[in-house]
Structures are given as C-alpha cells and as structure tokens.
C-alpha cells in the first residue's frame, strides 16, 4: 500500500493532476514534480494562496491548516497541530525563532521553491523523527539535478505570477549547473502583496506581506556516495498577522545544513545529516497597526526574540529476517530568548531568558513480509529531553521572584512503540491496521509562560496564559484502521482512526490561574495544564477515470477532539476543523488541462469552552483553474479562487484582533474572488 502522491509544484499553475491506479505498498503521501502516486485524490497547488508550503496540506488527507496570517500557517493533521508534528526541512528540525508562531518551519520555504512534501498518513513511523505524537511532513526544497550524461548540464526554473485579491505578485529564479559527479545550484525568489480583500472589497487588516528568499548549495556523488552542502536564508519583512497581538517586522536568519549517504549494495545504507540555525525577530503592535488598531488599545508594545539551535542525525538500514531494519540516533539542541519593551510605559519584560531544550533519542524500526502478503512493520524509539531556563525581568516583581527562585530543570524520559500490519488481501484491496504509544515533551512557552502573555505558539485564541513546571509530558495510545481498494479507473481509500491522550496539555483555569487573575485583574488568564482527552474520526480520498480526457477526485474529513471527565461539562477540543471535503472535475487533452473545484465545510459547533471559541457557519466555494503549454517547458495558468465572492469564516483562522470587542469577538474573515495568473518556464 505504498501511497504516493506528486503535484507539479515547479510553477504555480494551479491545476489538478491525477495518476492511474494500480498497486503498490507503504503508506506515505508525497506531494512533489512529477504525479507517481496512484489512487489519489491531489490538487496541484493554486498560485495565490500558496504563500507557504503549508498551503500544499489542504490537499492531503486528514491535514489543514492553522493560519494567523498569510505567511503563518501552522502545519494541522487529525485534530494536532503545532509542536505535536514533528516537521522536517531539508533533513533539519528547525526551530520557531518567534515564541508565538510566527515562523512555523513550513513558512520557511516559499511555495515555488518546493521540491517535495511528503506526509505520512496515519501513525507516523518512529524513523521519521521525534515527538511524532501528531504524525509527520517532511519537506525538501528545489536544489538541481545531477546530470545523467558524460557533459555538463543546466537547469533550473524560472516562475512568476499576480494574484487580485490583495494585488500580489511573486518571482522565483533558479538554476543549477552539473555534471554527472558535481552541481552547484542558485536561487532567490521575492512575494509581496497588500492586505488582502473579502466580499464587496472590503480588507481584511492586517494581512500585507513581504518575504526574500535565497538558497545556495553544492553537491557531490560517485560510486554509492552522495554529499549536499546546502545554505538557505529567509528575510521577511512587515508582515501581518491579525490573530496575533503583534504582527512581523522583520524575521531573519539562515539554515547551513550538510548531508551524506553512503549505498553500501546489499540493501545497506548509510545516511547522515547535520545543521545549524541561527535567527532573530522584531514584532510590534503599532507598525501595522497604527491607523487600523481600536483606540482603546493605548500601548506600544514590541519583542525582540532570537533563537540558536542545531541538530545531527544518523541512520543505518541493512537487510534481517527478509524484511529491513533501520537503527538510528537524533540530536537537537536550541536556546531560545524573547525580550519584550512597553514604549508608552517605559518598562521591559525578559520573559523568555536563555532557555534551552535539548533532545537525545535512539530508534529501531523493522519492515518486513511474516506471511504470504502480510507485511508488518515494528518500532521503537527511546527520546531524553532536558530543558531549563535562565531567570526573568519583569513588571509583577512577585512572579517574577517566584519564577527565579524556583527549580526549572526539567528531563522527560519518553518512548514510542509502533506496529503496523499491511495485508494485500487481493490485487484490488489492501487492509492495514496500526497500533502505537507515542509521547511529547512539554514546550518551553507551556512550562517556562512566568509572566502572563499570549506568546503561547500561536494559540490565537485571544486569551492570557502562564506556564506551568510541573507539566507532564502526553502520552498517546493511537490505533488506525485503513482500506485501500483501486482498479484501472477508480479508487478509494478510508481511514479511521482513534487516539487516546493522557496528559494532553491545553489552558484551564486552575487554581494558580485563580490567583494569578486576582493579582493582574486579567479575568481571562489561564494556566497550561494537564488533562485527559481523545480524537477520533475519518478522512477519505477516492477518484474515477471517466475517460482518456476527465476524471472525478473527491476527499472527506471529520474530527472530533474531546476532554474526558471534565468537570465542568466543557469536552471540546481547541481548534478542530469541522467536516470537510473537495469534490474536482478534471479535463485534460494535449496541452490544454482545466478543472473546476467545489469545496465544502460543515458547520462547528463542538467547540471549546474553556477558552470562550467561537463557533462556525459552514460555507461552499467554487474555483475554476486553467493551464496551456506553448511550447517545452512553458506553462501558462490562470484561474479564479471563490468565484462566487463567498464571505466566509475558516473554523481554522484565529480571532480577529482588530475588529473584535471584548463582548463581540469576530474571527478574521477568509479571502474573497481572486484572479490569478501566473508563467513559468523549466529548462
């Protein structure tokens, strides 16, 4: 059941792509150049929207997207998000520099210079990282290609394309010259746009952005052995993000990271991969949102954070007991501050002062057929994670003594089991039932939040929260149920899933928040605390070939996340996509392709209660996509996004911090009619 999914996401082009069915095994879902997975429902990406590469996800089975603004899009899978999924880019686990989320790791790399995102659906292999609690993505960007022959080739991409709704246009140039043991490969690409528009022209504020982006690198391989030395840097400029208290000022910074494998024949390989990161960031409330901020809101208010971090990992496969088994070990270390000034009041808060998390783990994972047409595969993985932080300046001199005075050494000592059994029960049908026990360690906002704030990883819920260091780290017991039936001309595959999470860590109003809200008089102030929970739920994606020329995707979400035992009667989770689904119409011939896209959600009424969410309407879109292809290597594309002009609010957008009251908080409006064009050529 090898699930494989590719989208051409060289240009921004915005059309659907689908692949044949036939069989194949291991469940993974890529999203990348060429379309290899069969039985699949995919869009290509639109040109727009696709700001980041977190976009890409809404076309993946069970994941979504979080978004605070329009680079801010928080990876979502099955009811998780954030820190609980692990995010690999280019082979590193890069840390947020912003301690609010401002960076999430798929920002970091713009849309048109994504290689390849590949999601693992369902229970995430203990191989594929740490802290995999909400499954697994990895992304590679774009880096050139080897040349196949004796002489020295070129490629590369060169794309660009505008898009109405908030007058935006990107560019993106790259290229790469090799031979067939070296290349070398160049980069840059530049997205700005305005605050973008919903029904009737109305702007949705503050929604303007402003990123540069530039990678470098080299490679080498001969004889089984292959080296990559790669630079990449990302400078964002203003930058809104109106779910948060501050928008982007600016977010600088670069990642060096360098790997090497070794195909040593006889199914054995060696890989290795090692980085370093280095950023800082500005935000403030006033830049942005001096014209547009309620008058009520008299503070100027900025943070200056930074973050140093740097990670190694190794990994052995070798053939055992006619299956593979693959040993391995990762590290990361990262140091994390934040300084916040009042400029009106004059006072400066350290609220975040050398904190450093460092994480050790060991894994064992084996594949391999036990039976005619049964494959299992087992895993292990042991995770150390030590954490502390330095002592803290602020206002309220009795937290903040409290804090300093305390122990905040922490060590979680975590272990992950995986079994997955995969049965071909015919050349049409696959079954696959999973098991696993994964585990989180806490974040340090959730442990070290001493002085009341909303730097909370991008929460965007509008409330005030402190950590707590006695937090445990979750534990979740997790089973999958999957079905995979395809033929020459359909398919369809459904997944149901259950979790169980002990120590689930959300706000509350525990009795250290009751103090605190007496002594600040912030009445909506809450704790991070432990409490019991589950998600279950099921997400499908089927498709038919009607004929050489159209064929008919489809794909359907539903999550429930719920608190056991609560004792007020509030047992929703924050933050759960309602029931969803897309529904394409595809037509190819030649050059020409187009599809016409319907998507639908659900009302959300099961929302929380201990944070006061809002609850949802549901809505339905309708977008048309075209493309044509000249001559090799041009693609032309246009298209319109919500071609109806919907007005309509994502149960996924946090709280609108400039339109909301405090009796009549709104949620920021999703975008309106987009038209869109966009031209690229590949060589």
Known sequence: MKTKISLAVASALAIPLQASAEHQELPTIVVEGTY????????????????????????????????????????????????????????????????????????????????SLKVHRGIAPVSSGIDTIGGAMKVESRKGDFAEGDGIETNGVASMGFSSVEDGHYGVLLGSVAN??????????????????????????????????????????????????????????????????????????????????????????????????????????????????????????????????????????????????????????????????????????????????????????????????????????????????????GPAAGVVNQFNS???????????????????????????????????????????????????????????????????????YQFELGVDWHTAKAYVSPRAFYHYVDDYIQGDATARAQQLRAMTGRADLLQFANIEAQLFGVDVEAGYEIDENWRLDGGLNYVRGMRINSPTGDDDLYRIAPLNGRTQLTYQHSDWMGSIEGVFVADQGDVAGYNDELKTKGYMLMNLRGQYKPYKGIVIGAGIENVLDTKHFDHLNGLDRINSTATDPVRVASQGRNVYATLSYKW
């Open 36 to 115: 290899e997975r069969p039985g699949t429902f995919s869009t290509a990406p639109d040109s727009s929207g696709l700001k980041d590469t977190a976009s890409l996800l809404e076309r993946v089975p069970g994941a979504n997207v979080n978004r605070n603004g329009p680079l801010t899009g928080i990876a979502a899978y099955r009811g998780m998000y954030g820190n609980r999924i692990n995010i690999s880019v280019d082979g590193s686990n890069m840390k947020e520099v912003g301690p609010n989320s401002m960076d999430p790791p798929l920002s970091h790399i713009p849309a048109a210079l994504t290689g």
């Open 180 to 393: 067939k043991n070296h290349k070398a490969y160049l980069s840059g690409s530049q997205e700005m746009g305005n605050d973008y528009r919903i029904k009737n022209n109305q702007e949705q504020a503050p929604t303007e952005y402003d990123r540069n982006a530039f990678t470098a690198g080299y490679g080498y391989q001969r004889d089984g052995h292959e080296l990559g030395i790669n630079y990449s840097n990302n400078d964002t400029g203003h930058t809104g993000t109106p779910s948060l208290p501050m928008d982007i000022i600016y977010v600088r910074g670069g990642l060096y990271d360098a790997n090497y494998s070794w195909d040593m024949g006889n199914g054995s390989r060696l890989k290795t991969n090692v980085y370093y990161q280095k950023m800082r960031h500005l935000m403030d409330n006033f830049t942005l949102r001096k014209s547009i901020r309620p008058m009520s809101v008299m503070m100027d208010m900025q943070t200056r954070a930074e973050v140093e971090a740097g990670g190694i990992d190794l990994a052995y496969s070798f053939g055992l007991f006619d299956g593979e088994l693959t040993i391995g070990a990762n590290g990361d270390q990262s140091n994390h501050d934040a300084t916040m000034d009042n400029i009106t009041a004059g006072w400066q808060a350290n609220f975040f002062n050398d904190v450093e998390r460092d994480r050790y783990s060991a894994f064992a994972e084996w594949t391999g057929e036990i039976a005619d047409k049964l494959e299992l595969e087992l895993g292990a993985r042991y995770t150390h994670t030590w954490t502390n932080a330095g002592d803290i300046t």
């Open 406 to 476: 305390s122990e905040r050494t922490r060590n979680f000592n975590d272990v992950d089991l995986t079994a997955i059994f995969r049965y071909a029960m015919s050349s049409r049908l696959d079954l696959e039932v999973g098991f696993a026990r994964k585990n989180r360690a806490p974040t340090y906002q959730e442990l070290y939040l001493a002085l009341p704030s909303e730097a909370t990883g991008g929460l965007a819920d509008g409330k005030t929260y402190v950590g707590d260091l006695d937090l445990e780290h979750e534990t979740a």
